[in-house]
């Protein structure tokens, strides 16, 4: 089981394994970060974030439209090798036509129908797993305040993703994918590049891999 955080078709690697034989005794020693080692990058919560979506890891079923998609991946610490269990993953996105459940920018506590919308715990190996379907691109809406001059601009395909856990700093990031024609212009996507990542088709789905860092929250 290849344990390497992976972001798109990247492996990051390591020298070393950390562990260092000191008086006969074998001792956990300092981990030095490796080129690739990276803190995922966080990005804007967005406008259309919910708070309280269910806890489910099956996004979308047989009656969504769009193309299936899998994304997988573990929640690493710092040292992008040892994995956090119960890690909480929340997850939203907009269905393939590009539309969210809900149109009203910064709605945060709305109590909806949340589809498209989950969260769930990382197992005891830090594993998480959804299942959904393409997220479809859409654009800035207009005249939202702060992004005015974004209005009109076509967003890259991206998932949402907010990541917690007791000990590190929590990150909030959007998932895009590489190949998507407008992660170049995006203000967002083209520069967080731990947050791009290469899609497999299989068969009729798409599968993805996409671990995610997360800062330690003290020394
Ligand atoms: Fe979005």
Redesign the pocket.
Known sequence: MDKQPRAGISRRHFLGSGMVLLGGGLLAGPTFAQPGCAVTQGDIL?P?YRFGAPFQSRLAGPEEPGERLLVSGTVFSSDCRTPIPNALVEIW??NGAGL?DTETPGNYTDKGNFHLRGMLYTDAQGKYRIETVMPGRYPVPPNLPGLEKYGGLM?PA?I?FRVMESLHVPVTL?LYFKGDPFIAGDPWAHERTTNIIELEQDGELRRGLFDIVLARGFG
């Open positions: 967005g259309y996105q907009a969210y967003r991206h949402h959007q």
